[in-house]
C-alpha cells in the first residue's frame, strides 16, 4: 500500500506560486528583447536583466536561448490571442435592428484592429516573419495560437447571429475569414506590414468599411 503523500511533499511537487511568476517574468523580459533585437542579437544576460533575476535562473527555468525563444513566442502568442477573443465574445450579442448590428460590427471590429496593431502583435509578426527560416514551428504556431482559434471564435458568433436572424444563411467560417481580412488587410497595406503605426482615425474608416461591405454581402434580405 502506498505512503500517504505529506502535506510537505504535495508543496514540493507542486510548482510554487513565486516560480510560477518568475518563469512568466522570464518569457515578458525576453519577448521584449527579442523584439528589440531579434533572435541573433539578444543574449540571455541582458534578458535576465530585463526581468531583474540572475542569469543562471533564466537556465534554471528554460534550458537554453532556443527555448527560452520558443516559450516567449507561445506566451506573448495566447496573450494577443486573449485579447482578441475578449473583444469577440460581444458579437454573442443579437442586437435588435440593423443600424445596431452596424455598431456591433464597428465596436468588437475596432477593438479587434486595435490589438492587431498595438506592440505585442506587431513584434510577433515580425519575428515570426524573420525567424521561420530557422525556427519553422513558428508558422504553425501563430496558426494553433492566433488565425485558427480567432476565425473559429468569430465564426461561432457569426453563425449564432445567423440562427438569430441578423444575418442571412451563410458559411461561418468563410464568413469569419472575409470580415477578418476586411479589417486586417487595408490596414496592413497602409502601415507597410506594421512599419509605422496606424493613427486612430485610420483604424476607425478600416473599422467603418468592414462593417459596411460585410452587411452588403450577409445582411438578410430587407
Known amino acids: 500500500m502506498a505512503a500517504a503523500r505529506t502535506p510537505s511533499a504535495t508543496r514540493q511537487a507542486t510548482p510554487s506560486r513565486g516560480r510560477i511568476d518568475k518563469r512568466e517574468a522570464i518569457l515578458?523580459?525576453?519577448?521584449?528583447?527579442?523584439?528589440?533585437?531579434?533572435?541573433?542579437q539578444a543574449c540571455v544576460k541582458e534578458i535576465a536583466k530585463e526581468a531583474g533575476v540572475a542569469k543562471p535562473t533564466v537556465y534554471n527555468h528554460l534550458s537554453d536561448k532556443a527555448t527560452l525563444f520558443r516559450e516567449a513566442m507561445a506566451a506573448a502568442s495566447e496573450r494577443v490571442l486573449a485579447e482578441h477573443l475578449a473583444?469577440?465574445?460581444d458579437l454573442a450579442a443579437?442586437?435588435?435592428d440593423a443600424e445596431d448590428l452596424r455598431a456591433l460590427l464597428e465596436d468588437v471590429g475596432g477593438r479587434m484592429l486595435r490589438?492587431?496593431?498595438?506592440g505585442r502583435a506587431r513584434a510577433l509578426r515580425r519575428l515570426t516573419q524573420v525567424e521561420a527560416a530557422w525556427c519553422p514551428e513558428l508558422l504553425d504556431m501563430g496558426r494553433g495560437h492566433g488565425a485558427d482559434r480567432l476565425t473559429e471564435a468569430v465564426a461561432d458568433?457569426?453563425?449564432?447571429?445567423?440562427?438569430?436572424?441578423?444575418?442571412?444563411?451563410?458559411d461561418p467560417v468563410v464568413a469569419a475569414e472575409q470580415f477578418l481580412a476586411l479589417l486586417t488587410g487595408p490596414?496592413?497595406?497602409?502601415?507597410?506590414?506594421?512599419?509605422?503605426?496606424?493613427?486612430?482615425?485610420?483604424?476607425?474608416?478600416?473599422?467603418?468599411?468592414?462593417?459596411d461591405t460585410f452587411l452588403r454581402a450577409f445582411a438578410p434580405p430587407a
Open 157 to 170: 458568433r457569426l453563425a449564432r447571429l445567423s440562427l438569430a436572424g441578423r444575418l442571412r444563411p451563410l
Open 87 to 89: 473583444a469577440v465574445e
Open 28 to 40: 515578458d523580459a525576453a519577448f521584449t528583447v527579442f523584439a528589440r533585437q531579434g533572435y541573433a
Open 115 to 118: 490589438v492587431h496593431c498595438d
Open 187 to 211: 490596414v496592413d497595406a497602409r502601415t507597410r506590414m506594421g512599419a509605422r503605426p496606424a493613427s486612430a482615425g485610420e483604424l476607425d474608416a478600416v473599422t467603418a468599411a468592414a462593417a
Open 94 to 96: 443579437r442586437p435588435d
